[in-house]
């Protein structure tokens, strides 16, 4: 059989009209039957393209409400039937079915439909049945039918036919079928999620993920690896729905970063300010506006802010633009940027800057993927949040008012740092943060010194740990790691509790004069 195989009878049923018309015009001035059904007829005809509707092609009128239409030997016979294949033929001329060699699909609109929240019925009605079976059949049969099932291919199969004379080429054939065949696979993944969601159904016996490709990225986390962004449909605001204002190509460490950094910085309802480095926040705070937070969080640590990325969660304005502009960032991202702000990044031609439209929602049920060897592990995301009402007062003495202010915000900044994770907080500002260490006092030491640095840096008298708060995402083994918060000059502990040990440590702390409170939650971030 020869590579090229001429394009005659085209099927057409899209939910997505985009550029049907113009690619329908084409089909005809090259001589092609067009088939089509429904809306998708009505607006090729309206045109004034002539089209051929399938009820009147297979001699069966569409019945149940449209559920049955496509469903027919005549449809499924022309995709499938083997050119060439004397028995195949033979059956074709018996039963008047005429060879199908291009055929259109996009899906109803499934995953559109649950997005907007729609009522179950309305989802039900939106799984598409003819539109997967004709697919399948026709990418099956990719030796001689050609499948379109993205609009940005128009434009590929127009070149071909244009190139060939009407013809496809095989490889364009296997290229479009292999996307045919991982979109119906997207397809049925969106719906069995949407059915364990209302069945309530967490993990589910089988669990299959797909995305979108959005983006090729030059390599991953280092140069020898290769790597791509996926998107899977999902629009909680952030790297997946940002628009890049400016800069060059976001990298795959940008990428991960940058969720990092949002992810964080939407956990506080008051002007916040994050700087991120390879995951890690090395500064957070909040601010009356966001240009004082951005001077607090970059006082935390200045010298990891360098090459650093900076997320927001207001409207960033010129003032706090200036600011950023002073020091060298790789991303900056927010909901929103003003004109003025956009201005002062201008001359930084390699700064990325993304806006995102929204903040994500720290409270939304979410899951997470890690690949293992063989397989993966699945968890809900850690949406967990602690109130003051939840809190536990165990030490002899209660936390000031501050005190528990603080505590409250460095807990929610301990669930986004890699474990161990200590974080020393005063007055709505991080001023030391320990992360990954293997040992907690080792964390604790290290957050310490950081705070050191930056006092002798920004020519303080003393550190900014003295008379801060301290956070640990889960719970001290043993006393030392509270003692070397007390000699960093904490004056509040705030942990999960939980440990044998927590009558030592709780002494401990009585002992330095140490306010503490449990939290009965751990955010432990590998």
Known sequence: MSDLMPVRRALISVSDKTGLIDFARFLEAQGVEILSTG????????????????????GFPEMLDGRVKTLHPKVHGGLLGIRGNAEHEAAMKAHAIAPIDLLVVNLYPF?????????????????????????????????????????????????????????????????LAA????????????????????????????????????????????????AAFYVTGHHRPGVATAKQLQGKE???NNLNDTDAAYELVAEFEAPAVAIIKHANPCGVATGADIVSAYKAALATDPVSAFGGIVAINRRLDGATAEEI?????????????DDAAVAAFAAKKNLRLLVTGGMPDPNE??????????????????????????????T??????????????AFR?????????????????????????????????????????????????????????VASDAFFPFADGLLAAAAAGATAVIQPGGSMRDAEVIAAADEKGLAMVFTGMRHFRH
């Open 396 to 409: 002899k003495r209660a936390p000031s008012e501050q005190e528990l202010k603080d505590l409250l915000f």
């Open 365 to 394: 049920a979410g899951m997470t993927l890690r690949p293992v060897a063989g397989g993966y592990l699945f968890q809900t995301k850690d949406n967990g949040r602690v109130s003051l009402a939840e809190l536990k007062v165990v």
């Open 250 to 252: 976001l990298s795959y």
């Open 39 to 58: 809306g998708s007829a009505k607006a090729i005809r309206d045109a004034g393209i002539k089209v051929v509707e399938v009820a009147d092609h297979t």
């Open 111 to 175: 995953e559109a439909t649950v997005a907007k929240g729609a009522e179950y019925d309305e989802c039900v009605e939106n799984i598409d049945i003819g539109g997967p079976a004709m697919i399948r059949a026709a990418s099956k049969n990719h030796a001689a039918v050609t499948v379109v099932v993205d609009v940005e291919d128009y434009a590929v199969v127009k070149a071909e036919m244009e190139a060939n004379k009407g013809s496809t080429t095989l490889g364009l054939r296997k290229t």
């Open 325 to 337: 502009a002073k020091l060298f960032t790789e991303v900056v991202i927010a909901p929103e940027a």
């Open 413 to 469: 900044v301990c669930k986004h740092v890699k474990s161990n994770a200590i974080i020393y907080v005063k007055n709505g500002t991080t001023v030391g943060i320990g992360a990954g260490q293997m040992s907690r006092v080792d964390s604790s030491r290290i957050a310490a010194w950081k705070s050191q640095e930056a006092a002798t840096a920004a020519g303080l008298a003393q550190p900014e740990t003295i008379g801060s708060v």
């Open 179 to 226: 996307t045919a065949y991982a979109r119906t696979g997207a397809y049925d993944a969106a719906i069995s999620q949407w059915f364990a969601k209302e069945l309530g159904d967490t993990f589910p016996r089988r669990v299959v993920v797909a995305g979108e490709l959005k983006q090729s990225l030059r390599y991953g986390e280092n140069p020898h690896q290769a």
